[in-house]
């Protein structure tokens, strides 16, 4: 009786929490859902209207502003908005790195017929880019921060994504050995070839994001998880391709189709980039009391970099004879990737594997060279160095700078949005986007 009792006893307690469970799942596919439906609203009323500004970022503006004023009217509401898409902030915050690799992985295919001294002309173009901007964007904070001389007060800790678990690991382990037998053994089970074998390139993108950021924290610096996943995915594709007879090229080809009626693992996976803007609203209305308190030092730090970013890059582009195809390419090196497409795109560049290399390789010099070069050149103000990393290296420079320097990570997710911000609205302005055009010398 007494064990019965027991079992009784814990029933309400299994229930509650396979409840909570499935409350907190559908709270997060509601409000991932919301993200995405706007998304693709905004999407296709700019496309209707022929708009070439970033729907995204008109959408990432609506969403800050409606924070803004709620929190002016009612504090209250504007908690309740943020506490809807927490879920999906979270979400987004602990799978980034995926969102950013599919023109990545599929670079091997766009930059085949790139000549070797031209990939040498952009690798000493990123890395004098990057120290570049880094140096400006630091010393224009410093300077700034003499004339305005505001105290730095102690501020809140950014929150972060729960880590991976072992679980989770296996699980897509599983879902990759599966989804891999189906696609060689019933190619065209779910119809197109490209849709049929985005399950297993897909959990292969998982997979390689889960084992890099399973490594030791060393490892990391120099092995970066989107490394691991690019790895991760192409290696992939060349197992399938092997399987079925296709080859390594036709099966990277299906990665990423940008056809809405095959979509392959990286249609999917791009799909999230616009939720990704979206998501920068929040982010800047949780730090609103920093950007307020230090707006001077912040926006004139981003402002003056961007535009140092930009124009220089297109300027040394064109002064070490780089393809004309390619300048413009690269000129948003600086940029997160969900907003150095769009640009790339605003300045008639039609390469986004090259822009997504170029601007995942900016970021993996800042991860790993930025405190030296900080260091080395006595920035060492926390504002400073928080706006100099994301305003050269973005978010992978600021991951690698916050692991250290915990105190300048609130500055850090500052410049990361507004860097990307900044120079998408720049970019959209036609006598900026005419300039950069004719100074690449691709007009």
Same mark, same amino acid.
């Given at each position: 009786?007494i064990?019965?009792?027991?079992?009784?006893?814990?029933?309400?307690?299994s229930v509650?929490?396979?409840?909570?469970?499935? =409350?907190? $799942?559908?709270?997060l596919?509601?409000s991932?859902g919301?993200?995405?439906?706007?998304d693709k609203?905004l999407?296709n009323? /700019? #496309?209707?209207h022929?708009?070439?500004f970033p729907?995204?970022l008109f959408?990432?503006?609506?969403? /800050?502003l %409606?924070?803004?004023t709620l929190?002016?009217?009612n504090?209250?509401?504007?908690?309740?908005?943020?506490?809807f /898409?927490?879920? +999906?902030?979270?979400?987004?915050q602990?799978?980034?790195?995926l969102?950013?690799?599919? #023109?990545l992985?599929?670079a091997?295919?766009?930059?085949?017929g790139?000549?070797a001294?031209?990939?040498?002309?952009i690798g000493?173009?990123?890395?004098g880019g990057w120290?570049?901007?880094?140096l400006?964007?630091g010393?224009t904070?410093?300077?700034?921060?003499?004339l305005?001389?505001?105290e730095l007060?102690?501020v809140?800790p950014v929150?972060?994504?729960?880590p991976f678990?072992s679980?989770?690991r296996f699980?897509w382990?599983?879902?990759?050995? %599966?989804s891999?037998?189906?696609?060689v053994?019933y190619?065209? $089970?779910?119809?197109p070839?490209?849709?049929?074998a $985005?399950p297993?390139?897909l959990?292969a993108?998982?997979v390689?994001?889960?084992?890099?950021?399973?490594?030791?924290?060393?490892a990391t610096?120099? /092995?970066?998880p989107?490394l691991a996943i690019v790895?991760?995915?192409?290696l992939?594709a060349?197992?399938l391709g092997? +399987?079925?007879?296709k080859g390594?090229?036709?099966?990277?080809g299906e990665?990423l189709? =940008?056809?809405?009626?095959s979509?392959?693992?990286?249609?999917?996976? *791009?799909g999230f980039?616009g939720?990704?803007?979206l998501?920068f609203?929040?982010s800047?209305?949780r730090?609103?009391k920093?950007? =307020?308190r230090?707006a001077t030092e912040?926006?004139?730090?981003?402002v003056?970099? #961007?535009a140092f970013s930009?124009y220089? @890059?297109?300027a040394?582009?064109?002064?070490?004879g780089?393809?004309?195809?390619?300048?413009?390419?690269?000129i948003?090196?600086?940029v @997160?990737?969900?907003?150095a497409? !769009?640009?790339a795109?605003?300045?008639?560049?039609?390469?986004?594997?090259?822009?997504a290399?170029?601007?995942?390789?900016t970021?993996l010099?800042?991860?790993?060279?930025?405190?030296?070069?900080? *260091?080395?050149?006595?920035?060492?103000? !926390?504002i400073a160095r928080g706006? $100099?990393?994301?305003?050269s290296a973005?978010g992978?420079? @600021?991951?690698?700078l916050a692991? *250290?320097e915990?105190?300048?990570?609130?500055?850090?997710?500052? +410049?990361?949005a507004?860097?990307g911000?900044?120079s998408?609205?720049l970019?959209t302005?036609? !006598?900026?986007?005419?300039?950069?055009i004719?100074?690449?010398?691709?007009?």
């Amino acid at each position: 009786m007494i064990l019965s009792a027991n079992r009784n006893a814990q029933v309400p307690k299994s229930v509650g929490f396979y409840d909570v469970q499935a =409350k907190e $799942a559908l709270h997060l596919v509601v409000s991932l859902g919301t993200f995405i439906v706007l998304d693709k609203y905004l999407k296709n009323a /700019f #496309s209707d209207h022929n708009i070439r500004f970033p729907s995204a970022l008109f959408g990432m503006f609506f969403l /800050f502003l %409606l924070l803004s004023t709620l929190s002016f009217i009612n504090s209250g509401a504007a908690n309740k908005v943020e506490v809807f /898409f927490s879920p +999906a902030n979270l979400f987004i915050q602990r799978w980034l790195p995926l969102f950013y690799v599919p #023109s990545l992985v599929v670079a091997p295919l766009a930059v085949k017929g790139i000549p070797a001294i031209e990939g040498a002309k952009i690798g000493a173009i990123l890395v004098g880019g990057w120290m570049g901007t880094l140096l400006v964007a630091g010393y224009t904070t410093v300077q700034v921060r003499k004339l305005v001389n505001t105290e730095l007060l102690p501020v809140d800790p950014v929150p972060k994504a729960a880590p991976f678990t072992s679980t989770e690991r296996f699980s897509w382990i599983f879902v990759m050995l %599966l989804s891999f037998g189906i696609a060689v053994r019933y190619p065209t $089970a779910l119809g197109p070839v490209a849709v049929t074998a $985005a399950p297993f390139l897909l959990a292969a993108t998982v997979v390689g994001y889960l084992m890099g950021t399973s490594l030791p924290e060393k490892a990391t610096n120099v /092995f970066h998880p989107v490394l691991a996943i690019v790895l991760s995915a192409e290696l992939g594709a060349y197992a399938l391709g092997i +399987a079925t007879g296709k080859g390594f090229e036709a099966t990277l080809g299906e990665y990423l189709t =940008k056809s809405t009626g095959s979509p392959g693992a990286g249609d999917i996976l *791009n799909g999230f980039l616009g939720p990704v803007i979206l998501s920068f609203a929040f982010s800047m209305y949780r730090q609103r009391k920093i950007v =307020k308190r230090h707006a001077t030092e912040i926006i004139t730090a981003v402002v003056v970099s #961007s535009a140092f970013s930009l124009y220089s @890059t297109a300027a040394v582009g064109r002064f070490l004879g780089l393809l004309p195809s390619l300048r413009t390419a690269i000129i948003p090196h600086c940029v @997160t990737v969900a907003l150095a497409l !769009p640009i790339a795109s605003l300045l008639e560049g039609n390469n986004p594997s090259v822009t997504a290399a170029v601007v995942v390789t900016t970021g993996l010099i800042g991860a790993n060279f930025a405190e030296i070069v900080m *260091n080395k050149f006595g920035l060492k103000d !926390p504002i400073a160095r928080g706006m $100099a990393t994301a305003s050269s290296a973005h978010g992978l420079g @600021t991951a690698a700078l916050a692991r *250290n320097e915990p105190e300048a990570l609130p500055y850090c997710a500052i +410049a990361y949005a507004l860097t990307g911000i900044i120079s998408t609205v720049l970019c959209t302005l036609p !006598p900026v986007r005419t300039s950069l055009i004719m100074i690449a010398g691709v007009a």
